[in-house]
């Protein structure tokens, strides 16, 4: 049972304002037993807990994410995820859905049109997984979504061919390895928040996305903040609230 249906209960005469405490006080955090789930996340952070899915077998993932659907009206993600927690879940809940290049299992509920806009620019090819991971993460929290890709400093015309996107959007996601130059020159060239992601695409001396994550680190440009090596998710939750904050203004 999820909050509407205890709140409705209410408002129908069908369940008192004691049982509605009770019921809401056995929301508070659901021991699975290898698992507490946090069902009073939605209230404090506008988002159900997302279940991130590495680590886990896919047996404990795909209870977690089951019983996420069945509590809440809001969309369901579980990140880092194999194609093995998707065949689960899909017995219980065919529809779950799964992207296979973004590694993320989720249910998509949209209550209401997307809104905002969020641009989220792929420097290389090789830097898709994240990238779709930050998109579909935007998606699933209500965020109008636009993904730009094959836009590095190699070539910048081809970035130049996208201004006027860029600078329609509201919050940017920027995911690039090698130097991760691309951050700073997005920061340059816009008035909006920009959030970093460093990849750990790249040859030796690029030390699996540090070297990246340092150069965005240290950006000239004002207005980037940088999330964790590979962290399309961060990224696109952090770019999800600016631009929701950005929607009540």
Do not use: W
């Amino acid at each position: 049972m999820s909050y509407r249906d205890i709140f409705e209960q209410v408002k129908a005469g069908t369940l008192t304002v004691d049982e509605a405490l009770e019921q809401i006080r056995k929301f508070d955090a659901e021991d699975l037993g290898f698992a507490r789930i946090d069902h009073h996340r939605t209230l404090r952070k506008g988002f159900p807990e997302v279940v991130y899915c590495e680590g886990k077998t896919p047996q404990q993932a795909a209870e977690i994410l089951i019983r996420l659907a069945e509590t809440t009206d809001a969309s369901v993600m579980g990140t880092r995820s194999g194609v093995e927690v998707y065949h689960l879940v899909a017995q219980m809940r065919p529809e779950f859905q799964y992207d296979e290049q973004a590694r993320m299992v989720y249910l998509k509920r949209q209550a209401s049109p997307p809104v905002g806009h969020v641009v989220v620019l792929a420097a290389g090819t090789s830097d898709l997984p994240v990238a779709r991971e930050a998109v579909l993460t935007l998606e699933l929290m209500g965020a109008c979504t636009t993904l730009i890709v094959d836009v590095g400093v190699a070539g910048l015309h081809r970035l130049l061919e996208h201004l006027d996107t860029i600078y329609a959007a509201r919050v940017l996601v920027v995911v690039a390895g090698m130097e991760g130059a691309l951050a700073s020159v997005v920061g340059g060239l816009v008035d909006r928040p920009v959030v970093a992601v460093p990849t750990s695409v790249g040859y030796g001396s690029h030390f699996g996305g540090l070297a990246p994550l340092l150069s965005m680190l240290n950006a000239c440009a004002s207005g980037i903040g940088t999330v964790n090596i590979d962290n399309g998710f961060g990224a696109g939750y952090l770019a999800a609230l600016i631009n929701q904050l950005g929607e009540s203004t």
